[in-house]
């Protein structure tokens, strides 16, 4: 199945080798930008508004400023049962937990994947967002996988996510290049554990707490095609597939890139940490240096800065995602 795209566009290869190229030529000095909030938000607006096209590179952070934490509360309120059998302390590091067998192993991704997936974030962030590039022409480049963006409004056509999709299951060795939806197992597997629907119609802890760590034998997840053993369809390794869908993707942002090359673009990053610079951070400054007409936006809270090349042309803001939008939206 590989092969049927070998000649098509890859974006995301393409990211990677900008990124690694723009590395070869910074002095390594970076800069955090100058003036308070309000006039580094006021000049991001001044930007959106006159940008031919926005391109948003999202992290982990765009998510956690919408209320997709990994730990606290949420992590307290679900999974309280894991933290006291097995002393894990939060979603991301449960996720590579030696659990004893697969019932118990399965359980837990049934709760990590329905409360990262299949649930509305806390907080508007999301929809902000596409009220703030409402009318623009714009295209998504994230390396988050809770499907918020869509959950949002966001056109399918205009995202791609480069690390896969919480809703997606594959096979473990990802040598047929099939993935295929898990929401109906989601659904049965949170039910065989105890939670129940609340008035929203989510899954919620029973008043007794009375649920399980396991799901029955029967309920472990197969592949349709061959009742061979799944795995989430999250980029971790080799065996990672990249299917139709987002193979897709990648065709469109390379050609959504190619289109807007050198008109003036806005590159629009939020929540991007430092575990994968090179697949949006990296290539944001590789594109953002090459095209003079462009502006780089950085906005992460603790974590906003760019290299001392794109100083002229950066609006780095270190605050919470979320309030930068609704400030936008007030002006």
Not at 50 to 66: E, M, N, P
Not at 69 to 96: H, K, L, Q, V
Not at 154 to 173: A, M, N, P, V
Not at 291 to 305: P, Q
Request: net charge negative; proline share 4%.
């Amino acid at each position: 199945m590989r092969d049927l795209f070998r000649d098509r566009p890859n974006g995301y290869i393409d990211s990677i080798k900008r990124g690694q190229a723009v590395m070869s030529y910074l002095n390594g000095q970076m800069v955090y930008g100058e003036g308070s909030i309000q006039e580094r938000t006021e000049k991001l607006a001044a930007a959106m508004d006159a940008a031919d096209a926005v391109i948003i590179g999202a992290g982990a952070g765009l998510s956690t400023s919408a209320g997709f934490t990994y730990s606290g509360e949420r992590f307290e309120r679900y999974f309280f049962d894991f933290a006291e059998e097995y002393g894990i302390t939060d979603i991301y590091s449960g996720g590579f937990f030696p659990f004893p067998n697969d019932e118990t192993r399965w359980a837990w991704w049934a709760r990590a994947i329905y409360y990262n997936r299949y649930i509305k974030a806390p907080k508007p962030v999301y929809e902000n967002l596409l009220k703030v590039v409402s009318g623009k022409d714009y295209f998504v480049v994230t390396t988050n996988v809770d499907h918020q963006f869509q959950r949002a409004g966001f056109d399918k056509k205009r995202l791609f996510y480069t690390q896969g999709d919480f809703g997606l299951f594959q096979s473990e060795d990802g040598k047929d290049g099939i993935t295929f939806d898990n929401e109906v197992w989601v659904n049965r597997a949170m039910e065989a554990q105890g939670f129940i629907r609340d008035d929203s119609g989510e899954f919620d802890v029973p008043s007794d707490k009375s649920i399980k760590m396991h799901i029955p034998s029967e309920l472990i997840p197969v592949m349709p095609t061959t009742g061979g053993p799944v795995t989430n369809n999250l980029r971790a390794d080799g065996t990672f597939v990249e299917d139709g869908g987002w193979r897709d993707a990648s065709a469109r942002y390379s050609d959504f890139l190619r289109r807007h090359e050198n008109m003036n673009v806005l590159f629009l990053e939020l929540g991007v940490g430092a575990n994968t610079p090179v697949i949006i951070k990296f290539p944001f400054w590789q594109m953002a240096i090459t095209n003079k007409n462009s502006t780089y936006a950085c906005v992460n809270y603790g974590e906003a800065f760019c290299p001392a090349e794109l100083e002229e042309r950066s609006i780095c803001i270190s605050s919470d995602i979320g309030d930068v939008l609704e400030t936008i939206l007030q002006f």
